[in-house]
Antibody
Framework: QIQLVQSGAEVKNPGASVKVSCKASGYTFTGYYMHWVRQAPGQGLEWMGWINPNNGDSDYIQKFQGRVTMTRDTSTSTVYMRLSRLRSDDTAVYYC?????????????WGQGTLVSVSS | SYELTQPPSVSVSPGQTARITCSGDGLPKNYAYWYQQKSGQVPVVVIYEDTNRPSGIPERFSGSSSGTMATLTIRGAQVEDEGDYYCYSIDSSGDHRVFGGGTKLTVL
């Protein structure tokens, strides 16, 4: 079955960087875009961007340009999301989510989430 | 930046019909999708491409879209339907995606 297993919770100081991993299994890794979505405590979902695991192309919303990098390792079927220059308002659960099978593009299968806490 | 606007909360009694709206200027040309997120759980899509219900989602969930507004309807809402609901669509650039602010559904 399709599984997305994310790395464990992280605690970081302001100004530091964090790298969250998302290991995929149960499907052809290079066949589907991977979305990254975050959710601050008690807040809504925020779409951050996505990566094409087939060629490594990625795109992010303006808010994260210059701070976020999404990469992939096809040998391990893993995608990564690195967020730098962390601030307290980056404290959130970060989700990877595989794109849907079909013509429409929407997050369909979700990882369990990774809590990133930013605090001094 | 492009936004999808939802009411913060909707409350109904069990068995009643709950309607959650999502407004956005891009909705006339782009599909709306709806996610349900129960407390402590990951989001689950309940409606895709305006009106389609994934397998396993109860028939009481339906979606519609007209002009700049999409609507999620839950007919005969049950206590187990309580949670947060988010709409999702394509943003104004056409390259990115966006979630609505979310609506907390209370059934009691």
């Amino acid at each position: 079955q399709i599984q997305l297993v994310q790395s464990g919770a992280e605690v970081k100081n302001p100004g530091a960087s964090v790298k969250v991993s998302c290991k995929a299994s149960g499907y052809t890794f290079t066949g589907y875009y991977m979305h990254w979505v975050r959710q601050a405590p008690g807040q809504g979902l925020e779409w951050m961007g996505w990566i094409n695991p087939n060629n490594g192309d990625s795109d992010y919303i303006q808010k994260f340009q210059g701070r976020v990098t999404m990469t992939r390792d096809t040998s391990t079927s893993t995608v990564y999301m690195r967020l730098s220059r962390l601030r307290s308002d980056d404290t959130a659960v970060y989700y990877c989510a595989r794109d849907h099978v079909g013509a429409s593009t929407f997050p369909d299968k979700w990882g369990q989430g990774t809590l990133v806490s930013v605090s001094s | 930046s492009y936004e999808l606007t939802q009411p913060p909360s909707v409350s109904v009694s069990p068995g009643q019909t709950a309607r959650i709206t999502c407004s956005g200027d891009g909705l006339p040309k782009n599909y709306a999708y709806w996610y349900q997120q129960k407390s402590g759980q990951v989001p689950v899509v309940v409606i895709y491409e305006d009106t389609n219900r994934p397998s396993g989602i109860p028939e009481r969930f339906s979606g519609s879209s007209s002009g700049t507004m999409a609507t999620l309807t839950i007919r005969g809402a049950q206590v187990e339907d309580e949670g947060d609901y988010y709409c999702y669509s394509i943003d104004s650039s056409g390259d990115h995606r966006v979630f609505g602010g979310g609506t907390k559904l209370t059934v009691l």
